[in-house]
């Protein structure tokens, strides 16, 4: 009983929100978007803030003369080839999000960008693209380095098990074994369950635009629950594989098709105009970094900067317990600085050249061609690439590659959050049973299919912020807990 006080507190407060939803999704729906208004009306800059203090640790940390500490032994060599460890750290870090934002974003933001700045113009274009890199770049992944940075060392280095409480050895002691640990624990798994399910329910509704439009499949919240529970089969049966051969390769595939896509769009869309958009946000953004990371805008935008950047911040804290426990996991016998230039650098600078070419495409067909699109990416996010994709050569067959594409990142990621739930549940176990790795998977469908049917995309967000908040506050001691354990080696 005592090994299985996280796992069923945790359960029973995930369960109590399927039944809430499933019994009344009106009242569900109504409390996730009382509980959101509250917090970002209240604590909203604390997102803001909390963000940038990971970004500037992460960097201090790297350079410090702790960068050269190993994530294991002193001789220990890594686990997995850099490419296999991008690929898994891709993977897990972004995965669908990248897939369903990379158009639908940029085209929200000319559409409908912020007051003080006028719609429809080349203002409104580079606005897009420059946020666009900040809501996807340094920023998620410094979020993920804290947690992933903190159980590498305390489990690999100290050998400890590969738990948020155990990082708080420095803190709390032998308390970390007791009811703090516990409730540590209960609100890492929370915040896992409503970050991934943000993501499973977004790359559901995008798979159903997918095919509506491209075989006219009704877009029906009964084809998206249909879409989730066939994922779901697909997920735990690769789940029960293992680490090694079931996620890896499925991340390497993912890798591959996104590749190819992204070359393809790259070779057949406006390449000069897609470098162009590169290198000028690149610019924009390494030279407005501080700026713009900060900018709550409390007197004009301030509505916008809840809807996107608050959201975003809130859903990669949510998200981090499930990357931080996954990363650390496959990580070890790399050092501090390796892992946090590879971890910080490497997925950040691909997921731009990502942004690039999809969603200066995007903006291409929109500003240059004059095709209405952007209207629609408002209207409807999910079918937004696919609105894109249909005045490229070839549109047809890259919009079956990026249904499949979400299809392997869906099993990936809800693959991944079931091995790192059923651990979180185990006290850290690298083996956890399959009956909670099962337990977790369909939970988690069902909490996604809860959600959509309470409010759709909206619930999604508001429960993904709710979570956060007070998981933003455990991160924050975290980055205290290990500089002291990083002092005391030294």
């Keep these: 009983m005592r090994n299985n006080i996280v796992f069923i507190i945790s359960l029973i407060i995930v369960l109590a929100v399927v039944v809430l939803g499933a019994?009344?999704?009106?009242?569900?729906?109504?409390?996730?978007?009382?509980?959101?208004?509250?917090?970002?009306?209240?604590?909203?800059?604390?997102?803001?803030?909390?963000?940038?203090?990971?970004?500037?640790?992460?960097?201090?940390?790297?350079?410090?003369?702790?960068?050269?500490?190993?994530?294991?032994?002193?001789?220990?060599?890594?686990?997995?080839?850099?490419?296999?460890?991008?690929?898994?750290?891709?993977?897990?870090?972004m995965g669908i999000g990248l897939i369903f934002?990379?158009?639908?974003?940029?085209?929200?933001?000319?559409?409908?960008?912020?007051?003080?700045?006028?719609?429809?113009?080349?203002?409104?274009a580079s606005f897009s693209m420059l946020y666009s890199f900040l809501h996807w770049g340094l920023h998620p992944w410094a979020i993920y380095i804290v947690i992933s940075l903190c159980i590498a060392y305390f489990s690999f280095r100290r050998g400890m098990p590969?738990?948020?409480?155990?990082?708080?050895?420095?803190?709390?002691?032998?308390?970390?074994?007791?009811k703090w640990g516990y409730l540590i624990d209960i609100f890492a798994v929370?915040?896992?369950?409503?970050?991934?399910?943000?993501?499973?329910?977004?790359?559901?509704?995008?798979?159903?635009?997918?095919?509506?439009?491209?075989?006219?499949?009704?877009?029906?919240?009964?084809?998206?629950?249909?879409?989730?529970?066939?994922?779901?089969?697909?997920?735990?049966?690769?789940?029960?594989?293992?680490?090694?051969?079931?996620?890896?390769?499925?991340?390497?595939?993912?890798?591959?098709?996104?590749?190819?896509?992204?070359?393809?769009?790259?070779?057949?869309g406006p390449t000069v105009h897609i470098f162009s958009v590169f290198s000028s946000t690149l610019?924009?953004?390494?030279?407005?970094?501080?700026?713009?990371?900060?900018?709550?805008?409390?007197?004009?935008?301030k509505a916008w900067t809840r809807s996107w950047t608050l959201f975003y911040w809130a859903w990669w804290i949510s998200w981090s317990p499930f990357v931080g426990v996954f990363v650390a996991r496959i990580s070890r016998g790399r050092t501090i600085r390796e892992f946090i230039?590879?971890?910080?650098?490497?997925?950040?600078?691909?997921?731009?050249?990502?942004?690039?070419?999809?969603?200066?495409?995007?903006?291409?067909?929109q500003i240059h061609q004059?095709?209405?699109?952007?209207?629609?990416?408002?209207?409807?996010?999910?079918?937004a690439l696919f609105?894109?994709?249909?005045?490229?050569?070839?549109?047809?067959?890259?919009?079956?590659?990026?249904i499949i594409l979400l299809s392997v990142f869906f099993i990936t990621s809800a693959d991944s959050a079931t091995f790192v739930l059923g651990m979180m549940t185990s006290r850290g176990s690298m083996y956890p049973s399959t009956l909670k790795k099962a337990t977790w998977g369909i939970t988690q469908s069902a909490v996604a299919m809860v959600l959509l049917s309470s409010g759709g995309l909206a619930a999604l967000q508001e429960m993904t912020i709710a979570a956060a908040l007070p998981f933003t506050f455990i991160m924050l001691m975290l980055c205290y807990s290990l500089y002291m354990a990083l002092k005391e080696e030294v």
């Design 23 to 93: 019994v009344s999704p009106g009242t569900l729906g109504q409390l996730a978007t009382s509980i959101h208004d509250s917090i970002l009306a209240y604590f909203g800059w604390i997102y803001l803030l909390a963000a940038f203090l990971f970004l500037i640790f992460s960097l201090v940390i790297a350079f410090s003369r702790f960068g050269n500490i190993k994530l294991g032994g002193d001789r220990e060599k890594p686990h997995y080839s850099y490419f296999g460890w991008f690929s898994m750290l891709f993977a897990a870090g």
């Design 101 to 124: 934002w990379s158009v639908a974003e940029p085209l929200s933001h000319y559409h409908s960008p912020p007051e003080h700045i006028e719609a429809l113009t080349g203002q409104a």
């Design 162 to 178: 590969p738990l948020i409480s155990s990082c708080f050895y420095p803190l709390l002691g032998e308390g970390i074994y007791g």
């Design 190 to 268: 929370l915040a896992t369950i409503f970050g991934i399910v943000t993501s499973l329910g977004l790359g559901a509704l995008q798979i159903n635009s997918g095919l509506s439009h491209l075989y006219g499949i009704p877009e029906s919240t009964i084809t998206t629950f249909l879409i989730i529970a066939i994922a779901t089969v697909l997920f735990m049966i690769s789940s029960m594989t293992g680490l090694d051969k079931g996620i890896q390769v499925l991340s390497k595939a993912n890798m591959l098709i996104a590749s190819i896509l992204m070359l393809m769009l790259l070779v057949l």
């Design 283 to 301: 610019g924009e953004y390494m030279n407005r970094i501080l700026e713009i990371s900060l900018q709550a805008r409390p007197f004009e935008g």
């Design 341 to 365: 230039l590879g971890a910080l650098l490497v997925p950040t600078l691909l997921t731009f050249f990502w942004f690039s070419v999809f969603g200066g495409t995007a903006l291409n067909v």
């Design 370 to 383: 004059g095709i209405e699109i952007a209207g629609a990416a408002v209207d409807n996010p999910s079918l």
């Design 387 to 402: 609105a894109m994709l249909d005045y490229l050569p070839l549109g047809g067959l890259m919009a079956l590659m990026a």
